[in-house]
């Protein structure tokens, strides 16, 4: 049977790319953050995850709203990134898991789950930084991409991310092969980047939140969409990715590591690694 | 599970991208993913009126692309994740319309930032 | 409050539209399937509709297996027709009710109903033939398209779209304008085009089918997709959009009218009124 | 609500395009879909070799659309819903391809059609 390794909670800021790209990770600005990625590494080798099921939000790169997904489950043999416009070098292919892949869809479907699956996918920075910061040298092992739409509200509530991500990790705790599964939840924390209050960051709520993530992340479930604007700003409701990410640990989590710095770019980010209680 | 939509309410400084604003900005923000393509972007560069005309824009919303103000942008039904494209292809990021937005200079800015993690 | 006058089901074969651009509707093999659109009509007139929901499957007009919906729902000012390929004249373009659509995609992803948005959104046969049956001159009301998916499995199950039909129902009576809304259900019945099972129709399940539709639509949801696929063909899972239309309307129904037809085409081609009771 | 997904079963005569059919026809279905446009049919017609090379259909589909044989379209991942605009654009209607595919003639399929309903 398979089993989920662990699991990750990682800013994409674009402002990480870059600096990865002109290798600025050591400059006082960056390391702060870049300093956390090497404890992370070394515990990733250490519980070798052999394919990633990563909770992403598509920044305009492969969804526009002329056909807006709610949920979007990846089923392709490799993964694109593209030129988003802005400047971040173009990543290589990534390798996908079609198998898990339709695992994943199969359970999803049956469990009520209103899918949109995509067996060509452009993923975007929010893909591709995760991946790139956890393995510099090239991920080679296969990816099953779920993309959460933040950018058109409304948003799927906590709650339904949250049962998401828990039946995710139902199917792959159903699948019969030995795979070991690592799962990102990539976006955030809290964060603004449009209107008068561009710059938002709210320090206290994040680290509320990554509290009760870790010890009890149903109870999340009562801050409304609309409550995670507000608290957290209006990309702060990148969270989700992290929410879907935890419940797919399933009960309860060990913390492995946690760097929150504030700030990269406009963004409070954050790394946290956990590990299932066994 | 909630059997009713979410109350819209007012947070300060901050338009929730919802349907109607989705109906306002959707000429804009298509001509805005179309920036994913660099000869797209080129297009748009080398004649702003006749790209913006080509994707219907409204004179509201080529006033405000014109204008290079991010508020008065999502004010026309913009969405930020597609004004990022438009914005970093006029060689603005993040922390400059951050700084326009909020009135700062870009340095105030950041140090608003910095603030926020102490 | 806005209400649900009625729900019509029928068939959108291809053929029917051939014969109608060709005005062949008199003609002996298709007259019996023909004349039962004039006291459909007549029921139509009298029941004063201004507005249409119409659940219908997209034949790979509009989405393909990159970006494949379960749900979608469009919020589009209008709706184009276009070229499928197979030489069906176009259409003129729909007119959209984007007010309903969205107080319709709010209340289905409150409920957790993972859709698919889209402001543009090309309609094919399964959309236009119906409005081009059922209001010959044109529709001129606007209309609200929502399509399940039926080309790959796994398609949502009987239940899942009996569901997304009561709950569209409910957001339409929530609605604070007076708007009178006609639902349609486009497709079926049982027919098979593919494989060597094709020119498979089953009328002793699609009668039986139409009754319990009318009478107790909850206890379809006994059927799994496959048993449908079994038992109607593999695209008479186009019953689908007949359990969302019937779900709409909600409690008790008066069968206003039903017309039921072997063959057209490949199909077995059906148009039905119900009328809730007061 | 179910928690397991459905298990597949044999239906005979019945292949159901599920995620193995799809992986299995996606270039196949791609290029079908393409044919939405009538300059993309024109394509095919003018160099069948080259327009299934440039969607890089596997040698078994290429064979299986040169055959004009359904089963066999079908067989190498083709879903009947986009083959459609392949088989009308060669002229075949769906009549066709049912006697086709279950050995009759025409008139014995449309036959068996009408009986259905007796
Ligand atoms: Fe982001
Ligand atoms: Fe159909």
């Known amino acids: 049977m398979a089993t989920i390794v662990g699991g990750i909670g990682v800013s994409h800021v674009p402002a990480l790319g870059l600096a990865m790209a002109k290798n600025m990770q050591a400059d006082p600005y960056w390391e702060p953050f870049f300093k956390g990625l090497a404890p992370a590494r070394a515990w990733i080798d250490s519980v070798r995850p052999d394919a990633v099921v ?81 393995w510099p040298d090239g991920v080679t092992i296969p990816i099953v991409p779920v993309a959460i739409n933040t950018v058109q509200h409304p948003l799927p509530s906590i709650h339904r991310c949250f049962n998401l991500g828990r039946t995710i990790g139902e199917a792959i705790a159903a699948d019969p092969s030995d795979r070991r599964v690592l799962v990102i939840g990539s976006g955030g924390l809290s964060h603004q980047l449009d209107g008068e209050r561009a710059g938002f960051i709210n320090k206290a709520f994040d680290t509320a939140f990554l509290e009760e993530l870790v010890t009890q992340p149903e ?53 946290l690694a956990l590990e299932p209680s066994r | 599970m909630m059997t009713e939509p979410q109350t819209p309410r007012a947070i300060s400084g901050t338009i929730v991208f919802d349907g ?8 804009l923000n298509k001509m805005c993913y179309s920036f994913n393509d660099a000869a797209n972007r080129a297009a748009f ?19 405000a692309v ?23 292809m006029l060689g603005l990021n993040v922390q400059d319309i951050g700084a326009q937005q909020t009135g700062l200079s870009v340095d105030d800015f950041k140090a608003k930032l910095l603030q926020a993690g102490l």
């Open chain 1, 54 to 134: 990563i909770f992403y939000n598509d920044h305009g790169l492969n969804f526009f709203l002329d056909k807006m997904p709610t949920f979007a489950v990846g089923a392709a043999p490799a993964y694109l990134n593209a030129d988003e416009g802005w400047g971040l070098p173009v990543s290589a292919p990534f390798p996908g898991d079609p198998a898990l892949s339709w695992r994943i869809i199969n359970h999803l479907i049956a469990n009520e789950f209103d899918l949109t699956t995509c067996q060509e996918m452009l993923v975007d920075h929010a893909f591709a930084l995760p991946l790139k910061m956890l």
């Open chain 2, 66 to 88: 014109k204008s290079r103000n991010a508020l008065s942008m999502i004010r026309a039904g913009g969405n930020i994740y597609y004004l990022a494209k438009l914005i970093g």
């Open chain 1, 219 to 271: 109870r999340l479930s009562r801050y409304s969409v609309l409550d995670v604007v507000e608290q957290a700003g209006t990309q702060g409701v990148e969270l989700l990715m992290w929410v879907a990410m935890r419940a797919a640990l399933g009960g309860p989590v060990r913390q492995v590591y946690q760097n929150y710095h504030i700030p990269i770019s406009n963004t409070a980010a954050c790394l």
């Open chain 2, 45 to 63: 560069l080398a004649d702003e009126n006749g790209y913006c005309n080509r994707f219907n824009l409204s004179s509201g919303q080529i006033e």
């Open chain 2, 20 to 27: 109607a604003e989705a109906m306002k900005g959707y000429a």
